[in-house]
């Protein structure tokens, strides 16, 4: 009877030792998938809030662009419409049709420009459009400023992968590195090359500028010098992407993105 009362007892301190394990264990296990959930939450939420200001700053630098634009282009066509229109002389036929037809032409490209501010300032503009045709849009703009040669170059085929929400990124990443280029590089060529590949997205962006000296090492948590340069570096991090700066003194500057492909 003693024997068969320590297999007993035996058995029972294994079963409830066992069972302890095996509740631990799945405590443990329910922990981690609530911090798990918790951090997946946190992400989204971060993620929704860095989308919705990159949206606001599309917005106040397309505000920013379409005052100039308006001020030193279609401005400045409205302007030599109405002289034309105000030296018209009714008795001198041939110079009358002349300046009748400048004057459609020149109202055309203002009808033209307006459409395309009109686009702008669509915000869905950007997630509706191709990357590459929001791009070159972009590079437009710039070389109509008549300060820079602009050009684009796209490899392989443009694939649905690229889901809104990240195409709006990069195409912000992507502003932030031009703008960069405008207001400090002194450039004259930017060369914006677009390459998709089965398993990824590669942006670059190249300028002929002056060039600077880049930190070795860019941490997307730790805010470097310039807000510009930090916001590319962490909105690449946040969704997925390795982003680089490449610059030295007198040879321009190199913003490189890879995007890997979602499955």
């Not at 939450?41 to 809030?49: A, G, M, P, S, T």
Request: no cysteine; net charge negative.
């Amino acid at each position: 009877m003693a024997d068969i009362s320590i297999i007993i007892a035996g058995g029972t301190i294994i079963f409830l030792l066992t069972a302890g394990f095996i509740i631990s264990l799945f405590y443990s296990y329910n922990q981690r998938l609530i911090a798990y959930l918790k951090e997946k939450e946190e992400l989204k939420i971060i993620f929704q809030n860095e989308k919705l200001k990159a949206q606001l700053e599309m917005q106040e630098q397309t505000f920013h662009s379409i005052s100039q634009e308006i001020h030193d282009n279609i401005g400045q066509i409205l302007s030599l419409t109405r002289l034309n229109i105000s030296t018209i002389k009714p008795d001198d036929y041939a110079a009358t049709e002349h300046k009748i037809t400048a004057s459609k032409e020149l109202l055309d490209q203002a009808i033209e420009d307006l459409r395309d501010l009109s686009k702008r300032l669509n915000t869905q503009f950007v997630t509706q459009q191709s990357l590459s045709a929001s791009l070159r849009f972009q590079l437009n703009l710039i070389q109509k400023a008549g300060y820079h040669t602009t050009s684009l170059e796209v490899h392989g085929e443009e694939e649905a992968h690229l889901d809104p929400e990240k195409k709006l990124i990069v195409f912000r990443i992507a502003q932030e590195a031009l703008n960069n280029v405008l207001k400090h590089a002194d450039a004259k060529h930017i060369l914006v090359v677009l390459v998709y590949l089965p398993d990824k997205t590669i942006l670059s962006i190249k300028d002929d500028g002056h060039g600077f000296e880049v930190a070795e090492k860019v941490d997307a948590e730790v805010p470097v010098k310039g807000i510009g340069t930090y916001n590319m570096y962490y909105r690449a991090r946040l969704i997925g992407a390795e982003f680089s700066l490449q610059s030295q003194q007198g040879e321009g500057t190199l913003a490189h993105l890879v995007l890997p492909a979602t499955s």
